[in-house]
């Protein structure tokens, strides 16, 4: 079969597993992991940030983030389609008991001026508006990829209004391979960050949160409420390592092939459109009178899978275990398909 699910369906590379393999640990609640520690180090040096935290998941990481920024009763700002507000659970309002406040955007971005006009006044009946979370790349968005000088804007209506800004960059790397920017351009205008390491890097499991040290300090006791201080968690960290040394710069091969596949798409005739192709998500919306449920199985038929993304949309996401020769055999399968 060909995955197309999602780019957490990967394996490790075999150079990965020695990486894994041959791993100095330690136990990591006491801080005593040294590559653990290595890949904190290295990741909080990448971004220009003071401290990292090493979490099971990008869910916790987010989940941690929100706790250490608000207090029960304040409010989040973000998209409607943001991963924090779909995907999570209900997360926010039942680990901290907090309201968001849901906008609209241009494939899932939001502008400053939105999130001006979205601070609540300070009035007893409304909730504190205390934290902004933007997501890039935007999974519902397509992939679609936030312009830095928004990302300033933003940030400066925060400094003006006392709120604090996150970043789930659950495929941030996607989104700097695309514009050519820095990791650093991102860490001076955020208080956290959330970077993932099982997706379009390719490591099996982990995610880091990036912040000041004493919000890691923070983040700390909170991973720990959230069930999530892994032992000798070094193993996993290495894999990490070298997704960050190895699978960065190739990621720009799964855009390639996301395009290859959105124009494939764009000549069937069961599709009316697809989404723009950013990064490496493509998402496909069905001509009236065909299912998300009908082509998923008849994709499933030729040997391809996917994932519904909604009403008549489908989603296929481009990874490290899917290559050229898979691109034409996907070609040659979906052309089967009427």
């Avoid at 934290?131 to 968005?141: A, C, I, R």
Wanted: include cysteine.
């Amino acid at each position: 079969m060909i995955d197309l699910r999602s780019d957490t369906i990967t394996k490790p590379t075999k150079e990965m597993l020695e990486a894994m393999m041959s791993a100095k640990v330690g136990d990591d609640v006491f801080g005593d992991d040294p590559t653990v520690n290595t890949l904190q180090e290295k990741i909080a040096d990448l971004f220009g940030m003071e401290d990292a935290i090493y979490c099971p998941s990008g869910t916790m990481t987010n989940q941690i983030a929100m706790r250490i920024h608000t207090r029960p009763q304040d409010e989040v700002i973000c998209h409607r389609h943001s991963h924090v507000y779909l995907y999570e659970g209900g997360g926010m309002m039942y680990n901290s008991m907090l309201s968001p406040k849901l906008l609209d955007g241009d494939r899932g971005r939001i502008t400053a001026e939105q999130v001006v006009e979205s601070i609540n006044p300070d009035d007893i009946h409304f909730p504190h508006s205390k934290l902004v979370v933007l997501e890039n790349t935007m999974n519902k968005g397509g992939g679609s990829v936030y312009d830095l000088e928004e990302i300033k804007k933003i940030r400066r209506v925060c400094d003006e209004n006392d709120l604090k800004l996150h970043l789930d960059g659950a495929r941030f790397f996607n989104a700097i391979i695309k514009t050519g920017e820095n990791a650093s351009d991102y860490g001076s205008l955020f208080d956290t960050i959330s970077i993932c390491f099982s997706k379009g890097l390719g490591a099996p499991v982990g995610s880091v949160l990036l912040g000041t040290k004493a919000q890691i300090k923070e983040a700390r006791r909170v991973r720990k409420v959230f069930g999530g201080g892994m032992r000798q968690a070094g193993y996993l960290a290495a894999a990490c390592i070298h997704a960050l040394d190895h699978h960065v710069d190739r990621l720009v091969e799964d855009h390639k092939r996301a395009e290859k596949i959105g124009q494939v798409l764009q000549r069937c005739a069961f599709i009316e459109e697809v989404m723009p192709v950013d990064t490496n998500i493509v998402i496909g919306k069905l001509t009236e009178g065909k299912s998300e449920k009908w082509l998923l199985e008849e994709l499933e038929k030729q040997g391809i899978l996917a994932v519904a993304f909604g009403k008549g949309l489908v989603r296929f996401v481009t990874h490290l275990d899917f290559d050229d020769a898979d691109l034409d055999q996907f070609e040659a399968a979906i052309s089967k398909i009427s």
